[in-house]
């Protein structure tokens, strides 16, 4: 890791939001879609629904009219009315701090989880998105066969105070550079670490 650490030493995250409700939206919204057409929905979404109370009073139909540019806008669409609701009926319209209640929610899995717990509530969580399973399988940190199975093998090779860090360092990694398609290996920096360069 302390190539990144070099490279990029505070890697954030590329959704833009402005408290922990935006940002779980942005996250959900962010599911096989990317971060940059997300960040061209999200501001007129948060401005008609600024809160949970304000998202779980819309209708889906409205709420699907705001992000039917994102890829499976109609199941978010639903997940997000649902997700707020939620919000307000269980948890006085706050994110919750745990595992168990933010996977709870409506269109929430354990990765939209974890990157919420890591930013909002600064706790050493590996996200594995579709970038950090592909990337971590070229470095061999894991051969895990699900994202569970990656997380687990990630958690137990990267010290917690870099857990976090480490997500954004391996996701960005693969979002510009380890591409699934066409990996730039001549500008990859750890090329020397890949178990398929050269092959």
Not at 21 to 40: E, G, H, Y
Not at 146 to 159: A, F, G, M
Not at 177 to 192: E, F, M
Request: aromatic residues 8%.
């Amino acid at each position: 890791m302390g190539y990144f650490q070099q490279e990029q030493p505070n890697p954030e995250t590329e959704l833009q939001y402005s408290d922990p409700f935006q940002l779980l939206v942005a996250v959900m919204l962010s599911a096989q879609c990317t971060d940059k057409r997300v960040n061209m929905v999200t501001p007129a979404l948060f401005a008609s629904y600024p809160t949970p109370h304000a998202m779980a009073g819309a209708s889906v139909e409205d709420i699907l009219h705001h992000i039917k540019s994102v890829s499976y806008p109609n199941s978010k669409a639903a997940h997000l009315q649902a997700m707020a609701r939620k919000l307000v009926d269980e948890h006085d319209g706050q994110v919750p701090g745990n595992m168990a209640d933010l996977t709870s929610l409506p269109g929430v899995g354990r990765k939209t989880a974890n990157v919420v717990l890591g930013i909002v509530f600064h706790e050493a969580t590996i996200p594995v998105d579709t970038h950090v399973y592909r990337v971590s399988h070229r470095l061999g940190l894991s051969r895990g066969k699900t994202p569970t199975d990656v997380e687990r093998d990630l958690v137990r090779h990267i010290p917690a105070p870099l857990r976090f860090k480490a997500h954004h360092w391996i996701l960005l990694h693969g979002r510009y550079v380890c591409k699934a398609l066409k990996p730039d290996c001549l500008n990859c920096g750890i090329q020397q670490y890949c178990k398929e360069y050269g092959h």
